[in-house]
């Protein structure tokens, strides 16, 4: 019995690896689309050809565009070796140091992003799983806080690890990557001291 289940087991297994291999083509062709500046035309026909399956294939995995975008941007990170969710304040401004070198290392990919109306969407549309992860990450800071001045605190850490932060840096100031991921890892700890210090010093304003 067991010898005349084991080819079962064997094609369940294959088919398995099948689909992801095909998962994975199909977000390789959304990164390549992202690095060519073409995100704001892109439509699963798009990539289902670029990934050489049917539409119907990329549905199935991936029913909507959104779905399909928020998918590419987590696998994506876990490509390039970037946790998806720091668990702690002490982890934050590590994450921050690695993810603007990995901006740097990806530049035309994540500006490809940034600058795409497309791309907008999407960071809207994950902006509360983000929210969920700060509040998660920070709870051991922000929990002595006045109610009202969580979601301030919470705004400027959020800014902090933002695209849009190394993107200014970059631009404006001339930083690369490494020292514009050191000057905001610096900013975020600031901050974090300052909420272990005084929990209330938003409500006391400047000295």
Do not use: C
């Amino acid at each position: 019995m067991n010898k005349r289940a084991r080819p079962r087991r064997y094609a369940s297994a294959l088919r398995t690896d099948l689909m992801e291999h095909t998962r994975t083509r199909i977000l390789e062709a959304v990164g390549a689309t992202f690095g060519r500046g073409e995100l704001d035309g892109l439509s699963i026909e798009a990539v289902a050809a670029l990934a050489r399956v049917s539409a119907r294939t990329v549905y199935r995995h991936f029913p909507t565009k959104d779905e399909l975008l928020w998918a590419f941007w987590a696998w994506f990170l876990r490509q390039t070796h970037i946790p998806d969710e720091p668990l702690t304040p002490e982890e934050l401004p590590l994450f921050v140091e690695r993810l603007y070198r990995m901006f740097d290392e990806h530049e035309s990919l994540v500006r490809g992003f940034v600058t795409s109306g497309t791309g907008a969407q999407v960071r809207r549309a994950s902006f509360p799983r983000r929210r969920q992860q700060l509040e998660r990450a920070l709870d051991s800071l922000t929990w002595k806080m006045q109610p009202a001045d969580v979601p301030l605190a919470l705004a400027v850490v959020h800014l902090f690890s933002s695209v849009a932060s190394w993107q200014t840096m970059r631009d404006l100031w001339g930083l690369d990557g490494p020292e514009a991921g050191r000057a905001a890892a610096w900013g975020m700890r600031v901050i974090l001291d300052e909420l272990r210090r005084n929990p209330r010093s938003l409500q006391e304003g400047p000295p």
